[in-house]
């Protein structure tokens, strides 16, 4: 007997989860917030560059006009902390 025929080979098959609006809306919010509340940037240039990927990205898996607004609502923060 080999070891690999102590495992299942055979790969389980999962669905892929539902986006939970009401987190991300609430996550997407407070980083807005954040963002709103600032004089400088209030993250590293790391984070910056990361939440100017993330962000859009999450805000694409709110129904409708709604991450739409976010996205724009955000981009415009980033805009106005990177001027300064």
Do not use: C
């Not at 590293?44 to 724009?72: D, I, M, V």
């Amino acid at each position: 007997m080999n070891q690999l025929s102590l495992f299942d080979t055979e790969l389980a098959v999962t669905e892929p989860r539902v986006p939970n609006a009401a987190y991300i809306r609430k996550h997407l919010n407070r980083i807005l917030r954040l963002a709103r509340q600032a004089e400088r940037l209030p993250w590293s240039k790391a984070e910056t560059e990361s939440w100017e990927k993330l962000f859009p990205e999450l805000a694409q898996l709110l129904p409708g006009e709604e991450g739409e607004a976010l996205r724009a609502a955000f981009a415009a923060e980033l805009e106005r902390l990177k001027a300064v």
